[in-house]
Antibody, heavy 127, light 108 residues
Framework: EVQLVESGGGLVKPGGSLRLSCAAS????????MNWVRQAPGKGLEWVSS????????YYADSVKGRLTISRDNAKNSLYLQMNSLRVEDTAVYYC????????????????????WGKGTTVTVSS | SSELTQDPAVSVALGQTVRITCQGD??????ANWYQQKPGQAPVLVIY???NRPSGIPDRFSGSSSGNTASLTITGAQAEDEADYYC???????????FGGGTTLTVL
């Protein structure tokens, strides 16, 4: 069974740090790019960061750039999100998601989509 | 612009057809993907690319696109389709993911 399981969430004070993990199973982890997506309480989905299969390409949302760091260990089938200088507005459920891709001949673009999601881990930043 | 705009709420009578729309400049270059999220659950991919359904998604879900607008259509809405729906695409750089604000679908 294809599965993603997040862990590492918790309560942290503003300015603090936290490291999230995402354990992958049931598929060849090293063959896929991965994303972190978060959802603040009662709000919509917000993309946080992406990492390519070999970690060659890494992207961040402007709201987290310089504070959050995505990484992966393909030997351990694991994805990580190091969260530093946390702010109250970082409070959210954090999901890891597998990135699928398909080439579209008409647009000559790859279509990227998140086809497998974990159940999420909750991060609360509060004093 | 990297924004995607969705109507906050839409309702449909049981068994009828409903269209949920998503507007944004990036949709002129990239297809939208659509995610369904029920309360307390993780999002689920329902449509990706031009009009592709992942395994296990009922064929009453379909997608289309024209200009800067992408649409998710549910033909014959069921009670279990009541959920939040999010469109997603790429920004103008092609490197960042953007989400719409979400549409809450109520099945009456």
């Amino acid at each position: 069974e294809v599965q993603l399981v997040e862990s590492g969430g918790g309560l942290v004070k503003p300015g603090g740090s936290l490291r999230l993990s995402c354990a992958a199973s049931g598929f060849t982890f090293s063959g896929y790019s991965m994303n972190w997506v978060r959802q603040a309480p009662g709000k919509g989905l917000e993309w946080v960061s992406s990492i390519s299969s070999s970690s060659s390409y890494i992207y961040y949302a402007d709201s987290v750039k310089g504070r959050l760091t995505i990484s992966r260990d393909n030997a351990k089938n694991s994805l990580y999100l190091q969260m530093n200088s946390l702010r109250v507005e970082d409070t959210a459920v954090y999901y890891c998601a597998r990135v699928g891709r398909e080439y579209d001949i008409l647009t000559a673009h790859y279509c990227y989509y998140m086809d497998v999601w974990g159940k999420g881990t909750t991060v609360t930043v509060s004093s | 612009s990297s924004e995607l705009t969705q109507d906050p709420a839409v309702s449909v009578a049981l068994g009828q057809t409903v269209r949920i729309t998503c507007q944004g400049d990036s949709l002129r270059s990239y297809y939208a993907n659509w995610y369904q999220q029920k309360p307390g659950q993780a999002p689920v991919l329902v449509i990706y690319g031009k009009n592709n359904r992942p395994s296990g998604i009922p064929d009453r879900f379909s997608g289309s696109s024209s200009g800067n607008t992408a649409s998710l259509t549910i033909t014959g809405a069921q009670a279990e389709d009541e959920a939040d729906y999010y469109c997603s695409s790429r920004d103008s750089s092609g490197n960042h993911v953007v989400f719409g604000g979400g549409t809450t679908l109520t099945v009456l």
